[in-house]
């Protein structure tokens, strides 16, 4: 896997390259001080993955990541500190895949945050190299427009990599208020989703929170925390540290279970682009309850791991291309 190296700091790129040369599936193949050395080399190249800064003199990376965008679709992963979270936001809107946060101590590099850069790294690699031969038996019997959407009572969502851009689309969609609760998991650590419900919220007709302990449920639109998984309990949002579930809090799952058991067949669910499988059980519950699940077609996923893996358990009522996502949630909350 040929990776590209981008920061203004002589050290941190020396440090992301040992790590990455260590691996024996990994190889940096240059590296690069600014985001015009970036866009030069990436013309030249080709690439499996750009792993890049934000702040940099010259040209930053949220304008590299814009002229990277008009002709490359090279995946992009964020090297993002916690005080430029407002930016990270912003690149992954402008199409970054991923992000992961720069570590605290670059001399004293932690497991947990080794083992989540190179998960990531290697996620994306396998997601993109996917066999697309199975596109043709993931076919899924569509339902389309032979629902009545007016009994429901609420809607929840499940996102991953790719998410952040994807949401945003869909809640700019959204061409009246909602008039049921919109629940939302996107795979993101503490502090970022702060950023992100209030960018939401800066898009959407809707109002858009970040979901806070005992919180009244209403037709709005709540995003939960990085780093606490949400549920639905007693009317209410509750939220707890439990253990991490498919590697993540938030995670989609304990969503999508507790919202099913509250409202049993008048839930909808949808699952959207992301690395893994979080979400087939919540979804498996919500069909179990007499629900109604969507999916994200792979055509329109950055990366297709969640959807997939809702499609193929056979939990999942219909495939729609992210248009079409934008449609259909339109109707169940019109």
């Known amino acids: 896997m040929n990776i590209l190296v981008v920061d203004d700091s002589a050290f941190m790129r020396k440090v992301i ?10 190889h940096v193949m240059n590296t690069a001080r600014n985001g015009k050395q970036a866009v030069e080399l990436i013309s030249q190249n080709n690439y499996d993955l750009v792993l890049m800064d934000i702040e940099m003199p ?33 690149a992954l809107a402008t199409g970054a895949t991923d992000f992961v946060e720069k570590p605290n101590n670059l001399m004293n590099l ?3 945050w080794l083992e ?3 998960t990531k790294i290697r996620g994306i690699d396998n997601e993109t190299k996917d066999d697309s031969g199975n596109k043709a038996r993931l076919f899924v019997n569509v339902q389309k427009n032979d629902k009545d959407f007016n009994t429901l009572r609420a809607v929840v969502i499940g996102a991953s990599t790719g998410g952040p851009k994807t949401l945003l689309r869909i809640i700019r969609s959204l ?8 629940l939302i998991v996107q795979h993101m650590p503490k502090g970022f989703t ?5 960018r939401l919220n800066q898009e959407s007709k809707s109002e858009v929170v970040e979901a806070k302990e005992g919180m009244k449920i209403e037709p709005k639109i709540y995003v939960a925390p990085g780093d606490f998984h949400m549920v639905v309990k007693n009317g ?7 253990p991490k579930q498919n590697g993540t809090r938030p995670a989609v799952d304990n969503l999508f279970i507790s919202a099913a058991d509250v409202y049993k067949n008048r839930l909808a669910g949808i699952i959207l682009t992301g690395m893994g499988k979080d979400g087939t059980i919540g979804m498996s519950r919500i069909k179990d309850f007499g629900g109604y699940t969507v999916s994200q077609d792979e055509q329109s996923s ?7 893996s809702a499609i193929e358990a056979g939990v999942v009522d219909e495939v729609l291309s992210l248009d079409e996502v934008c449609q259909r949630l339109q109707q169940m909350i019109g």
Do not use: W, Y
């Open 236 to 242: 209410k949002i509750s939220l707890n540290q439990g």
């Open 116 to 118: 989540e850069f190179l």
């Open 17 to 26: 390259t040992d790590i990455v040369e260590k691996q024996s599936d990994l």
């Open 302 to 308: 950055v990366i297709f791991g969640m959807p997939r």
């Open 58 to 90: 010259t040209m930053n990376g949220l304008e590299a990541l814009k002229v990277i965008r008009r002709t490359n679709n090279v995946p992009v992963i964020i090297l993002s500190a916690l005080s430029k979270k407002e930016n990270t936001i912003e």
């Open 175 to 182: 061409n009246t208020p909602t008039r049921i609760p919109i």
């Open 194 to 198: 702060t950023s992100f419900a209030e």
């Open 110 to 112: 932690e497991n947990e």
